[in-house]
């Protein structure tokens, strides 16, 4: 019945490691994205998408690769990990732009 | 660039005692507004939103926030705490239609029992 889920909850990686984080959403939604909370619980979005396509994409490193398989899902590929990286990953989708985005439980990334 | 201001950090209160929760935009055109709760642990849930019409809104648990057009803000209020809503309040705004959601820093609500 989870609205919005995503896998795995926690993440504990080495630096320069690749890892993936994947986001699905049962809701029906036509929009996905993704958003970073720092130490702080700041929140930033990084990317989103519509129906497949990439709408959103902030300055983020490139080593930070969204893909839609199909819009119910929107995953997070990340290369070469580094410290900064470590941060709470929010995946949410909304059923358009603009309209109210239902958030995920986050992933907890942590890279040593 | 859109921004969103919270003005108080981290607040502690007594139960039963009143919250108010300033939160300010930076954007001209047309926006919708959210205040987002996230309780210890766990996702950002939706408190309450504005898109139109009455600028006071009511939301879960007893919240509610006016918008004030002429002031840039949408501020949280609720008469009476609980020790349960002990949590991280995120104001966040949406310019019409990009879906770019642009959170407060947001504040840290402590209740004590």
């Known amino acids: 019945d989870t609205a919005v889920s995503q896998t795995p909850k926690y993440l504990v990686t080495q630096m320069g490691n690749d890892k993936s984080i994947k986001c699905e959403q049962n809701l029906g939604h036509d929009t996905m994205y993704w958003y970073k909370q720092d130490s702080k619980k700041f929140l930033k979005i990084m990317f989103s998408?519509?129906?497949?396509?990439?709408?959103i994409n902030e300055t983020v490193p490139n080593r930070f690769s969204p893909k839609s398989p199909d819009k119910a899902h929107l995953n997070l590929h990340i290369n070469s990990l580094e410290l900064g990286d470590s941060a709470v990953y929010f995946c949410a989708s909304s059923r358009n732009r603009g309209d109210t985005q239902y958030f995920g439980p986050g992933t907890r990334l942590t890279v040593l | 660039a859109q921004s969103v201001s919270q003005h108080n950090h981290h607040v502690i209160l007594s139960e039963a005692a009143s919250l108010e929760l300033g939160c300010n935009y930076s954007?001209?055109?047309?926006?919708?507004l959210f205040w987002y709760v996230q309780y210890p642990g766990q996702h950002l849930q939706l408190l309450l939103k504005y898109f139109s019409g009455d600028p006071l809104v009511k939301g879960i648990k007893g919240f509610e926030a006016e918008f004030i057009k002429s002031k840039f803000s949408f501020n949280l209020r609720k008469p009476s705490v609980q020790w349960s809503d002990t949590a991280e309040y995120f104001c966040?705004?949406?310019?019409?239609?990009?879906?770019?959601?642009?959170f407060g820093q947001g504040t840290t609500l402590q209740v004590k029992p």
């Open positions: 966040a705004v949406n310019a019409r239609n990009t879906g770019k959601l642009i």
């Open positions: 954007y001209g055109g047309t926006v919708n």
């Open positions: 998408y519509n129906n497949k396509e990439l709408i």
